[in-house]
């Protein structure tokens, strides 16, 4: 099975990923992690896959609070610029709306990754 989890800078992609992965593994599931901050971007490039073809899910966030995050971590480089990062989201947002929508739309700004993990986990099957 793949989860391809998607959304903007600072969604909570990595976050939501690994308690994922850790309630998974907790079920004694093989899981793995790869990381791709412009996975979106790169599925849109190839042209015979669809979006329900290349992925189950997307995290949402606000602008505002992906700025908040970000100015928060200190691992973080170019996209702590609000220019940047507002250009970003604007780009993701503006590919995304002109697509089909995902399997699943989470708001990360509330519940904690592991909460939207534990949602998430049992409707992913074997």
Not at 23 to 48: C, H, K, N, T
Not at 53 to 62: G, H, I
Not at 93 to 105: E, I, T
């Amino acid at each position: 099975m793949l989860v391809v989890v998607t959304g903007p800078i600072a969604a909570g992609k990595s976050t939501f990923s690994s308690a994922l992965a850790h309630r998974l593994r907790a079920e004694g599931r093989s899981v793995a992690v790869v990381g791709l901050d412009e996975v979106f971007f790169m599925i849109r490039s190839l042209p015979d896959a669809t979006l329900d073809e290349t992925w189950d899910l997307a995290l949402s966030v606000s602008y505002d609070e992906a700025l908040r995050r970000v100015a928060a971590d200190e691992t973080r480089g170019l996209s702590k610029d609000p220019d940047f990062l507002r250009r970003t989201h604007e780009d993701f947002w503006s590919a995304h709306r002109s697509s089909d929508r995902p399997d699943l739309l989470l708001d990360t700004h509330g519940p904690t990754a592991a909460e939207l993990a534990d949602l998430v986990a049992p409707g992913l099957g074997r």
